[in-house]
């Protein structure tokens, strides 16, 4: 089943800004990591944020969590055209298994 | 490191045959591996938790006898589509962790693009 929603769906932003996705889940979570894809390819982590964090950096990548709000979000800062990719947030419990949420298509234009 | 590697990239099969997808962890030992299934433009749906020498856990919905996993060593687990039919189309992907630890993150491979025609 899936963990939650993902916000917006689609983005589409000019190269050099900032693209900001949002990521929502419903359960108690021990970590909350972000993935990309490229087009019919496997996923490539991102970065791990746990629970007890509040943010985390990553080169260009900060990524926020309000476990009160269960909530997340990923900014990429001075996007490149090679960002395009789709998004997606995923939630792991106790279980170890991965959660994902739906996705943020994004589509940076050079 | 921490590479997966999965084959084949893409298969094209009839109706009614079984197609075998393969999952290696090549330079990392892999207890568990996950099974995933992705339709266009949606999420990755887990399919099954693939565990070294014993039987893999589905996910509700999944039927078990349809989506054969086997798990034979540290470093492959397979997927068998049985009796594939035209629905059972789709990209499916496996994953592993290096490490148990809750905060390891997932290697995923490239992802097979299964066509049953």
């Known amino acids: 089943s899936q963990q939650g929603e993902e916000d917006p769906q689609a983005l589409s932003i000019q190269e050099g800004e900032n693209a900001t996705m949002n990521c929502s889940y419903k359960?108690?979570?021990?970590?909350l990591q972000w993935y990309r894809q490229n087009s019919g390819r496997g996923l490539v982590h991102l970065i791990l944020?746990?629970?007890?964090?509040r943010e985390k950096h990553s080169g260009r990548l900060r990524v926020t969590l309000d476990t009160s709000k269960k909530s997340s979000s990923l900014l990429i800062t001075a996007s490149r055209a090679a960002d395009t990719a789709s998004y997606f947030c995923?939630?792991?419990?106790?279980?170890?298994?991965?959660?994902f949420g739906q996705g943020t298509t994004l589509q940076v234009k050079p | 490191g921490a590479v997966v590697s999965q084959h084949p990239s893409w298969v094209i099969c009839k109706s009614g045959t079984s197609v075998k997808i393969e999952c290696r962890s090549l330079?990392?030992?892999?207890?568990?591996m996950f099974w995933y299934r992705q339709f266009p433009k949606q999420s990755l749906m887990l399919m099954a938790t693939?565990?070294?020498?014993?039987?893999?856990?589905?996910e509700q919905g999944v039927e078990k006898d349809k989506f054969l996993i086997n798990h034979a060593s540290l470093t492959l687990s397979t997927l068998t589509v049985t009796s594939a039919h035209p629905e059972d189309s789709s990209f499916y992907i496996c994953?592993?962790?290096?490490?148990?630890?809750?905060?390891?993150?997932?290697?995923f491979g490239n992802g097979t693009r299964l066509t049953v025609t």
């Open positions: 994953s592993a962790a290096p490490s148990a630890a809750a905060d390891s993150p997932l290697h």
């Open positions: 359960t108690s979570i021990n970590n």
């Open positions: 944020i746990r629970s007890n964090e």
């Open positions: 995923a939630t792991a419990g106790n279980t170890g298994k991965l959660i």
């Open positions: 330079d990392f030992q892999a207890t568990t």
């Open positions: 693939s565990n070294e020498g014993s039987k893999a856990t589905y």
